[in-house]
């Protein structure tokens, strides 16, 4: 299947600090990016979706201002968590989509708010 | 209720069980994905399906539109398949979200 890449796999950082993270689809175009939250022993929680070149669509309840979202070609979506606090620490995952509405899943990114 | 229920929860099985994980969703649907996590980490997609059967090494995804369910199977199953394994359902619509199962714990004994 199709390679979707995160970067940085782990990050830690202070509270207040702003962190981005970059998902990149390696080898195909994609039309639609996801963003998703992970819980310890949870399923995933999606945040937003975002197309290329539009903004964002966030799920209701994920604080826009707090998660910014860019999609600004079809093979990089970023994420900046913005003055992040401990309760921003989770596992955040992407996922690319291309015309055929199949999903690739990136390998995640383990952030740590101190 | 769930839109996507799977099950068993957990499933400990021994080294080279046949393993069968059983999803049932409520909704009508586009696609089907099975989905692979090991502890700690990231996800991997598995299959992708909207109709028959799937087959990738020694595992097989089934589904049945009608009934609609499917069936993920694991042959000759290996400790390193000890993973969660998710269901999610694609319904359509204009941005194509996926739906998450709760997830099946596997775990493969030697």
């Known amino acids: 299947g199709a390679v979707v890449s995160q970067h940085p796999s782990r990050v830690i950082c202070k509270s207040g600090t702003s962190v981005k993270i970059e998902c990149r689809s390696l080898d195909f175009q994609a039309t639609t990016m996801f963003w998703y939250r992970q819980f310890p022993k949870k399923s995933l929680m999606l945040m937003a979706t975002s197309n290329e070149g539009s903004k964002a669509t966030y799920e209701q309840g994920v604080e826009k201002d707090k998660f910014l979202i860019n999609h600004a070609s079809l093979t990089l979506s970023t994420l900046t968590v913005t003055s992040a606090h401990p309760e921003d620490s989770s596992f955040y995952i992407c996922s690319a989509s291309g015309l055929a509405h199949e999903q690739y899943f990136g390998p995640g990114t383990r952030l740590t708010v101190t | 209720k769930n839109e996507v229920e799977q099950s068993p929860q957990n499933l400990t099985a021994q080294e080279g069980e046949f393993i069968t994980i059983n999803c049932s969703y409520s909704?009508?649907?586009?696609?089907l994905h099975w989905l692979q996590q090991h502890p700690g980490g990231g996800i991997v997609s598995l299959f992708m399906?909207?109709?028959g059967k799937k087959k990738h090494g020694r595992l097989i995804a089934t589904i049945n539109i009608q009934e609609k369910h499917s069936s993920l199977h694991i042959t000759a199953s290996h400790p390193r398949d000890s993973a969660v394994y998710i269901c999610a359902v694609n319904s359509g619509g204009s941005n194509y979200k996926l739906t998450f199962g709760k997830g099946t714990l596997l775990t493969v004994n030697p």
């Open positions: 909704v009508g649907i586009s696609a």
């Open positions: 399906l909207s109709s």
